[in-house]
């Protein structure tokens, strides 16, 4: 078998010949005996030809230079908006999570400090899953947390914790001021839901209770030490044996203890330093107290010489001891030394009197140093980004001034002999060199864009750069038109036609986004047929976005949202939404992710009576003010036309990109207006047309235009009935027009409800009747209204309080409603929504995106409350219902909570999957291709 010579690619694949002047003299002679050994044979210095040579692989190696110079030099730059900090994300933006696992929680309410008070409130915490048992009577389908019916089934409902806290020891004293266990208590659930996973939920907050243990010892000490001293050791040791403290360090630590960036920065982003997760997973609650161990710790102890008696018990009889080496600790307990532990300390024979005063100063003082090294490692935790020298990296001195004067091309002219032909000779030779000198100009130049193109943040409209040459003797008589103060105008007058700026532009972020490991490729292929030729400047606004907001996107993927925040923003308009939702959104491109409602759209499907007295539709979109910005032409028999209609009036309004609309609008001419009035009028060689958009001219001169198809029919109006009356209004219309449906306009939305927040409590469920699931593919049912009355008096049934969580009798399996399920809804009106090739493709992103472990219904719903009678309100009523319901969880409502829950499970069981219609068809019969909306049978699936 041969062996495999590919299998890795070199890091370092650069030869460094762009540095080496004797290597490009020599390749560039090489060449010239390739192409030209028949013509030229002298390849000495003195011929001119290598002398250009030697002047050109001069230039190049000063490119070389620069090009090699420390990447923190090349990126660093005086204007702070595009210095290196702006170019990429820190370690600490884009490395950490949000909590996964019960460590990382741990993790997040150990780092809590009280802004008045104490400093570290809590000692420890463990987070522990709650079993809550539901029983299902397998005759009525019915629910309760206690056994009913004949019949009874049971499952366990997951992702609910109990935390368990230890606090410090002196949190009951802060009590009175405000910072006690209740503030901490408050603390801790803000940090929780602003950091809550997705399905999960933080059922109770219990303070760890404790089991006393006495230790008793006579310990030798070394002549040197001091007893008082050793003795605050000796309690720390055993204290943290009991119950390890947890630490935090700062970044050098955590490096010094051999870790690598990313696990160091794995989990939540802590404001106290970084908690090394191997130091946190062994300070676990202890089951039992080993001798031997505690010897272990006081013998590390400095001044401890020997110990000549010790023993460990009891102080009460929670667990009864049997063994005189080893104490077992009831399970959620945490050991503490109790009042009855004693220890003596001496000297050879001479026994030692313990000040405990001064014992007290010395754990003060032990104390006060963790808490420094605390501090410490709070201010360094951040890897610092290198701090390069800001060069000219882009300064260009031109290649005439190396030659020597007697080619006439420097900045002293021709020496000697001044004659016409030598002044012709000279200027040849100068416009044959200027061609090189633009290139190279451009070479140094694209360096210097280099941390603007590749930058994160970058805001770049172009890809191809360029620089005016300077200090050129002669310049005037060899060029024309040639702005040597305007870079960008220079750049766009010599590469304006090669420059596709939105093609490169999206290459450019196809090659920062897959640094992520993400991509757009499917997403692209199919945006293609749904915007055609404005899909890459879609695209491209797309993949901005996300990188924008990426480290947020990254991050937060798995979060649920923040239900405790009660004010109005944060309930609907809002962007407080879970994280799943918004990387969703970023992922299929939906321009506004904010909770809202969708079923009031900025279009209107407007139904009316014919002549005849028979239904007709038409349409009208209106822009961000409420203006109508566009409006249908046509009448049409049935709804579904209509909204065809209105999305071919989008989709052709769109079809041009931005630099040849502004090219077109260049030609409307305002100088000399009736000539552009006439041309606009007569439309001859389509100088009416601009992409699918005809300009058209009113009789009274003023101006509108309306959106034509692909076969030059009419099919929507712009402003017919108020026109501009300008051509600069005209041409500012057109812009906004095209923007808005670019970049703006949309009905399209998410909504994600967790289920598990719809399950009432022990605690509150009485006061919850009615409760129920949403349909899941037929399994759960919604259970029939309680009367408000029998609520009240008391009469109602638990059984009758829940929703049915099986089929009759039971013959296979108990379902949970609960535990890890959500159900996504989406506007499917919306334009691509409709589309089921984008429906499959959004659905496939929603399954990768939300948690493996969650289970996803997505739904496809609803229509737009608008004008027309006929409007389907399932989607409005679950947006009021799930509004309604956000308020009184936000709020903690428990009086109204069951209602809007109840309410919110009766809309999402009336939401209803909406589909294009279509025309049933045999697969065995011919027929046309292009006909919209085929449902073959045996290969068509709804």
């Known amino acids: 078998m041969s062996e495999n010579k590919h299998i890795s690619i070199s890091k370092n694949v650069e030869t460094g010949d762009q540095t080496d002047f004797h290597f490009l003299r020599k390749t560039g002679i090489q060449y010239i005996e390739e192409l030209g050994g028949k013509l030229w044979t002298d390849y000495n210095s003195h011929d001119p030809g290598i002398t250009t040579l030697e002047v050109l692989s001069y230039a190049i190696t000063d ?35 949000r909590p996964l696992n019960e460590l990382d929680y741990r993790k997040l309410f150990i780092d809590i400090n009280m ?3 104490h400093k570290r409130p809590i000692r420890n915490c463990w987070l522990v899953p709650k079993t809550e048992t539901l029983y299902v009577d397998c005759k009525t389908g019915q629910l309760d947390f206690k056994p009913i019916g004949e019949k009874t089934q049971h499952f366990n409902v997951k992702g609910l914790y109990d935390l368990y806290v230890d606090y410090a020891e002196d949190i009951d004293d802060l009590e009175g001021a ?10 801790i659930l803000d940090r929780y839901h602003a950091n809550r996973s997705l399905c999960e939920d933080l059922a109770e907050i219990k303070q760890i209770e404790t089991q006393a243990v006495a230790v008793c010892a006579r310990i030798g000490l070394v002549n040197k030490a001091d007893e008082e001293f050793v003795h605050a050791k000796v309690l720390r040791a055993i204290n943290n044996y009991l119950s390890p403290e947890v630490h935090f360090y700062s970044l050098k630590q955590m490096l010094e203890k051999g870790l690598t960036t990313d696990q160091i920065f794995e989990g939540p982003l802590l404001e106290n330093g970084f908690i090394d997760t191997e130091e946190l997973q062994n300070s676990q609650l202890r089951r039992e107290v ?18 000549h008696e010790i023993s460990i018990a009891g102080c009460d009889n929670v667990v009864k001891q049997s063994n005189d080496w080893l104490i077992c600790i009831e399970k959620g307990r945490k050991p503490e030394l109790c009042e009855l532990s004693s220890f003596s300390y001496s000297k050879g024979s001479l026994p030692l009197n313990i000040n405990d005063k001064q014992v007290q100063d010395y754990l003060e003082t032990l104390k006060r140093e963790e808490e420094a090294l605390r501090e410490d490692a709070r201010q360094n935790k951040e890897l610092p980004l290198p701090q390069g020298t800001s060069y000219d990296i882009a300064n260009y001195a031109t290649i005439l001034n190396e030659f020597p004067d007697t ?18 000779l000279a200027k040849q030779l100068k416009a044959y060199l200027l061609f090189f000198d633009q290139i190279l100009a451009g070479y140094f130049k694209h360096l210097e864009k280099v941390k603007e193109i590749l930058s994160v943040n970058g805001g770049l409209k172009r890809t191809f750069f360029t620089q005016a040459l300077k200090n050129i003797k002669g310049f005037d008589e060899l060029v024309s038109d040639y702005d040597t103060e305007n870079d960008d105008e220079l750049t766009d007058s010599l590469y304006e036609e090669l420059d596709n700026s939105v093609e490169r532009r999206n290459e450019i972020l196809d090659h920062l986004i897959s640094r992520f490991a993400e991509t757009f490729s499917d997403y692209t292929f199919l945006m293609k047929s749904l915007y055609g030729k404005s899909t890459d400047e879609i695209v491209l606004s797309n993949k901005e976005n996300f990188l924008k907001e990426y480290p947020s996107l990254s991050k937060d993927r798995g979060l649920g949202y923040n239900y405790i925040l009660f004010s109005d923003a944060d309930v609907w308009n809002t962007t407080n939404i879970s994280g799943a939702q918004k990387r969703i959104a970023r992922l299929l491109g939906i321009k506004n992710y904010t909770q809202r409602n969708l079923s009031q759209s900025a279009v209107s499907i407007i139904k009316a009576k014919d002549s005849e007295n028979k239904d007709i539709y038409s349409w009208k979109i209106k822009d961000a003010d409420s203006n109508i910005i566009l409006s249908s032409v046509d009448t049409y028999k049935i709804e579904y036309a209509a909204t065809k209609n209105l999305n071919e009036a989008v989709y052709q309004t769109i079809q041009i990109d931005q630099e040849d609309l502004e090219n077109e ?4 001419n305002e100088n000399n207006l009736q000539d552009t009035i006439d041309k606009l009028r007569e439309c001859k060689d389509n100088y009416c047309l601009i992409g699918n958009i005809k300009i058209r001219v009113s009789l009274g001169g003023n101006f509108y235009f309306e959106i034509i198809d692909d076969t030059q029919t009419v099919i929507a109006v712009h402003k017919k009935t108020n026109p501009y009356t300008t051509l600069g209004e005209l041409k500012e219309g057109i812009r906004k027009t095209v923007k808005y449906f670019k970049y703006e306009f949309t009905e399209e939305g998410i909504f994600l409800v967790e289920h598990l927040l719809l399950k009432p409590t022990t605690k509150d469920y009485k006061l919850m009747g009615g409760i129920g699931c949403m349909s899941i593919e037929g399994t759960f049912k919604i259970m029939y209204d309680i009367e408000n009355e029998e609520a009240a008096t008391g009469s109602v049934e638990y059984s009758e309080a829940f929703m049915s969580s099986c089929e009759e009798d039971c013959e296979t399996d108990v379902f949970d409603p609960y535990s890890y399920r959500v159900s996504v809804v989406l506007p499917g009106f919306a334009y691509r929504f409709q589309d089921p090739d984008f429906r499959r493709y959004a659905e496939t992103v929603i399954r990768q995106e939300i948690p493996a472990h969650v289970l996803a219904k997505i739904c496809w719903v609803g229509d737009r409350l608008s004008e027309k009678e006929t409007a389907q309100n399932d989607l409005a009523e679950f947006e009021v219902a799930f509004k309604k319901y956000l308020s009184d969880k936000s709020r903690n409502n428990t009086t109204n909570l069951g209602n809007s829950i109840h309410d919110l499970l009766l809309a999402l069981t009336h939401l209803n999957n909406i589909y294009r219609p279509g025309r049933l068809l045999d697969c065995a019969r011919d027929d046309n291709d292009s006909l919209d909306g085929k449902i073959i049978l045996g290969q068509s699936n709804i």
């Open 665 to 668: 609008l260049e030609k409307l």
């Open 178 to 187: 405000g910072c006690g266990k209740s503030n901490v208590n408050i603390q």
């Open 63 to 97: 490119l070389g230079m620069r090009m090699n110079l420390n990447m923190e030099d090349i990126l660093t730059s005086e204007d702070e908006s595009k210095d290196i900090q702006t170019q990429f994300l820190k370690a600490t933006e884009i490395l950490p999570s």
């Open 290 to 307: 080993r001798l031997s161990d505690i010897i272990s710790e006081i013998m590390k102890i400095d001044g401890v010489k020997e110990i």
């Open 115 to 117: 802004v008045a008070g």
């Open 407 to 424: 080619y006439g091309v420097g900045t002293s002219g021709i020496i000697g002999n001044q004659n016409p032909e030598r002044e012709a």
